[in-house]
């Protein structure tokens, strides 16, 4: 899945630390060289946060944590933040959506780039409303005046 111990515990629904994640995930603690085995709702948060389903664990063996994991997918709604968070882009036209995304994406561009982008949105929403608009050069948008 690519998350870090620590991204993964801050998922879980309980208070769980990248380093009791790191000692359950590798079943013994470093220190002391002793065997960590995770309690049964322990390991059924930790499932849940890393999108594994009560039948895979149960593939495991650990059974009693895969009841518990069943009654949490039973009773608890699934975590929507990451769809409430993209709502917003949802109300905006496509080319709209793609320019917020081009100016997000992981590619390599500089500031001015990105703020060139967002300016352009901007002035064309603003445009859309009927305000002025400020234009990505950063003049002024008004009848009777060219952009230049």
Known sequence: MGLSAE??????????????????????????????????????HMARAVGITSDR????GRTEAADILREMERTKAPDTSATVEAAPLTELKD??????????????????EKALLLRTLAAQIEAAAGEPAE??????????????
């Not at 995930?25 to 220190?31: L, P, Q, T, V």
């Not at 080319?95 to 001015?112: C, G, H, K, T, V």
């Not at 234009?135 to 230049?148: D, F, I, K, L």
């Open 7 to 44: 991204a993964a515990a801050g998922r879980a629904e309980i208070r769980l630390s990248g380093a009791r994640w790191r000692q359950i995930e590798k079943g013994f603690r470093g220190d002391s060289q002793s065997v960590v085995t995770a309690p049964h709702a322990t390991l059924a």
């Open 57 to 60: 664990l149960a593939e495991t």
């Open 95 to 112: 080319w709209q959506q793609q320019i917020i995304l081009n100016a997000l994406d992981e590619r390599p561009r500089s500031a001015r």
């Open 135 to 148: 234009s990505p050069t950063g003049r002024h948008n008004e009848p009777g005046r060219s952009a230049s």
